[in-house]
Nanobody
Framework: QVQLVESGGGLVQAGGSLRLSCAASGSILRINVMGWYRQAPGRQRELVAVITRDDSQTFADSVKGRFALSRDNAKNTVYLQMNNLKPEDTGVYSC??????????????WGQGTQVTVSS
């Protein structure tokens, strides 16, 4: 069993910063890809930023230059530093990880989601 536990959401004024963290635990042989998606009210879930095991990073165009990813491999944790936040960044941010388990099966896992609200 694999679990993703997120933290760091909250309410912030436009121009402010937040840092989200996502820690994976359980039966993990290797984390292939890990990152964040978000869903705003009335909109589809979209990719925000992901990082691969080879350190390749992908960001949504809307967050480039404002958001940054980092990770602690020893803790199986990924951090999303969000700077210069805008009201349109508001949404539920969910952590996702593609994980290879010791039984050699690969699955996608999701965290419970954390609310980010940016006031104007």
């Amino acid at each position: 069993q694999v679990q993703l536990v997120e933290s760091g959401g909250g309410l912030v004024q436009a121009g402010g910063s937040l840092r989200l963290s996502c820690a994976a635990s359980g039966s993990i042989l290797r984390i292939n890809v890990m990152g964040w998606y978000r869903q705003a009210p009335g909109r589809q879930r979209e990719l925000v930023a992901v990082i691969t095991r080879d350190d390749s990073q992908t960001f949504a165009d809307s967050v480039k230059g404002r958001f940054a990813l980092s990770r602690d491999n020893a803790k199986n944790t990924v951090y999303l530093q969000m700077n210069n936040l805008k009201p349109e960044d508001t949404g539920v941010y969910s952590c996702n990880a593609n994980i290879l388990r010791p039984d050699w099966r690969t699955n996608d896992y999701w965290g419970q989601g954390t609310q980010v609200t940016v006031s104007s």
